[in-house]
């Protein structure tokens, strides 16, 4: 069983396109994440969700919006997609937030704007 | 503003040789650092941590030191398999905040039988 699960595994699309990535989790953790790993191989935080509240959101561009319908679900929708946005996309889960437990993470969305 | 760093792009031993892999940070307010390992098209996976109150935790073939003095870490491994050849991410966090995991670039590992 596929602790944390995300959805597609590759994307690749056009510039200006709107896209979703799917994230699940069934390990009953209350807090979800988004990170994405750049060309530079940097992993960084993007947004945090604790059961459904947004508790992290970085300096990210408007254009990237997460929706977490439940505590085991958090997606990531990117609408008017450019070059930039090309990076692999890792969702992760912990059991709470504040309490350095570790993260669990998907095997991450590799999408590539053309 | 890099606040972990990881200053070897990769690292080669030879198998049962000991592998250590090194990290530094900037932000005095972390509290609570961990190792992820990272094979290829695969999400990281939680290796070892370490509570700033500690300066050494040991999880079998795995141990992770600790000077917070020098706002060094490094992870030994020993003895290496070929098995431990991977990408090796240092992470840090300050613990009662959001959570917010910082990484650093990630050091890879090649265990040569």
């Known amino acids: 069983d596929t602790a944390v699960s995300q959805t597609p595994k590759y994307l690749v699309t056009q510039m200006g396109n709107d896209k979703s990535i799917k994230c699940e989790q069934n390990?009953?953790?209350?807090?979800m994440y988004w990170y994405k790993q750049d060309s530079k191989k940097f992993l960084k935080i993007m947004f945090s969700y604790n059961n459904k509240e947004l508790i992290i959101n970085e300096t990210v561009p408007n254009r990237f919006s997460p929706k977490s319908p439940d505590k085991a679900h958090l997606n990531l929708h990117i609408n008017s997609l450019e070059l930039g946005d090309s990076a692999v996309y890792f969702c992760?889960?912990?059991?709470?937030?504040?309490?350095?437990?570790?993260?669990?993470f998907g095997d991450g969305t590799r999408l590539s704007i053309l | 503003d890099q606040q972990v760093k990881q200053n070897s792009p990769s690292l080669s031993v030879q198998e049962g040789r000991i592998s250590i892999l090194n990290c530094d940070y900037t932000?005095?307010?972390?509290?609570?650092f961990l190792w992820y390992k990272k094979y290829p098209a695969e999400g990281p996976t939680f290796l070892i941590s370490i509570s700033s109150i500690k300066d050494k935790n040991e999880d079998g073939r795995f141990t992770v030191f600790l000077n917070k003095s020098a706002k060094h870490l490094s992870l030994h491994i020993v003895p290496s398999q070929p098995g431990d050849s991977a990408v090796y991410f240092c992470a840090a966090v300050r613990q009662g905040g959001s959570e917010k995991l910082v990484f650093g670039k990630g050091t890879k590992l090649t265990v040569n039988p």
């Open positions: 992760a889960s912990s059991q709470d937030s504040g309490s350095g437990q570790p993260q669990h």
């Open positions: 390990l009953g953790h209350d807090t």
């Open positions: 932000n005095s307010m972390f509290d609570y």
